[in-house]
């Protein structure tokens, strides 16, 4: 299997900083995504429009987007559940957005307070809407391996959710991990199946940590499958605050340092990414889980 190129989604600002707790301000906010951008990172995931009382940390994305230096090249995304989402998206200037459902019912009505084909019939103003400005879309499809409140789920059901979105022609899906649980055998179980339902270009992957696991996960999806679109958040900040017990996403530095070791290409600069760890790691008063954030290169 030829390996190809590897086309990574920086969430770090977004997914890290969603549980992070008030205490980190705009400023660190700016300057974390403004570091990112130095890495060579081609998509950021820069904050969220979404309720302010369902996530509070990212109430101030309208300011993050309108403070930060945009490097041409760099898309720069944002999260968006509903209409509103979107306007305020739009507003703000974002280059690209993702609609976000899940593959359990209980975790999504936790999450959006929406069963799943609730969820995706918002979706059928948001997405032509967004098309209409010529913005490219991501859809996430949550808890794709296992739910904090179902526990395993079967690779159908997110093949299912896939069916229900395709005809809204988004750009990509990214499958979550959301509680960081999966394992090397799960990855490939869902693969199976769901590579026969969706151009693998089509996909991307997004693993949370909580098991140390990650990491093999994704060189496993890259090396045996040819996925090679992989959601990572610098310093591995973060976990979602519906799904109890999650950790942060896999850290981008780690990811990029075991690509580069196993002969990928991403593009992206290790220590400019450290360097942006190091910046949040200050603002938050706490070291980063990241493995490299403790190693000089
Ligand atoms: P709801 O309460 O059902 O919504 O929440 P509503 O339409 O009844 O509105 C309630 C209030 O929210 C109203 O304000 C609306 O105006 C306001 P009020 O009249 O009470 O003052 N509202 C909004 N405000 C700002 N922006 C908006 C918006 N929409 C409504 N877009 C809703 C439904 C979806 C809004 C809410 O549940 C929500 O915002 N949820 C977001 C949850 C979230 O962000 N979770 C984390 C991200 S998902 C994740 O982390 C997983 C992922 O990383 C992948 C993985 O790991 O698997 C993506
Ligand atoms: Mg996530």
Known sequence: MSRPRLRLVEVGPRDGLQTAGAAVSTDAKVAFVDALSLSGLREIETGAFVS?????????????????????????????PNDKGLDAALAAGADKIAIFTAASETFNKKNINASIAESIDR?????????????????????????????????????????????????????????GRASPDDVRRL????????????????????????????????????VSGFD???????????????????????????????????????????????????ALGRPLPSRLGKIAL
Request: charged share 20%.
């Open 191 to 226: 693969l199976d199946v769901l590579l026969k339902a969706v151009p693998v270009e089509n996909i991307f992957l997004h693993f949370h940590d909580t098991y140390g696991m990650a990491v093999a996960n994704a060189l496993t999806a890259w090396t045996e499958y040819g």
């Open 232 to 282: 990572a958040s610098t310093g591995g900040v973060g976990g979602c605050p519906y799904a109890p017990g999650a950790s942060g996403n896999v850290a981008m530095e780690d990811l990029v340092f075991a690509f580069h070791a196993s002969g990928g290409d991403t593009g992206v600069d290790v220590r400019a990414l450290q360097a942006a760890a190091r910046g949040l790691s200050s």
């Open 52 to 80: 302010p009382k369902a996530v509070p940390e990212m109430a101030d994305s309208a300011q993050v987007f309108s403070r930060i230096k945009r490097k041409p090249g760099v898309l720069y995304s944002a999260l968006v």
């Open 123 to 179: 979706f059928k103003t948001v997405v032509p809407a967004a098309q209409s400005k010529k913005l490219p879309v991501r859809a996430y499809v949550s808890t794709a391996f296992y739910c904090p409140y179902e526990g395993k789920i079967k690779p159908e059901a997110v093949v299912a959710v896939i069916k229900t979105l395709e005809s809204m022609s988004v750009d990509e899906y990214s499958i979550g991990d959301t509680i």
